[in-house]
């Protein structure tokens, strides 16, 4: 089992930055693909971002590519998720994902609790 928590979460105004992290409670964090998803109110949980074991792969949603940047600390158990430029439309609770096959939510083995991300206008 894989016990994740997340942090960083919180208000910001537009075109602001926040860096989400979420710590993994396994040592073989490092074989897994990390991923962060988001969900905003009324709608439906949505990937974001994922990196793959080894952090030699990154795919990100087109919604935020350009603006957010995932990376990953293995010695640390830790996968980061920089968010830059934060929009109104970027407010959503905010989920780390381990083991993440596919860039779908029914391809993610284990779920964080979430972080709220609240961007005002």
């Known amino acids: 089992q894989v016990q994740l928590v997340e942090s960083g979460g919180g208000l910001v105004e537009a075109g602001g930055s926040l860096r989400l992290s979420c710590a993994a409670s396994r040592r073989t964090f490092s074989t897994y693909a990390m991923g962060w998803f988001r969900q905003a109110p009324g709608k439906d949980r949505e990937f974001v971002s994922r990196i793959t074991w080894s952090g030699g792969m990154k795919n990100y949603a087109d919604s935020v590519k350009g603006r957010f940047a995932i990376s990953r600390d293995n010695a640390k158990n830790t996968v980061y998720l920089q968010m830059s430029s934060l929009k109104p439309e970027d407010t959503a609770v905010y989920y780390c994902?381990?083991?993440?096959?596919?860039?779908?939510?029914?391809?993610?083995?284990?779920w964080g609790q979430g972080t709220q991300v609240t961007v005002s206008s």
């Open positions: 994902a381990a083991d993440v096959r596919a860039l779908t939510v029914g391809a993610v083995g284990y």
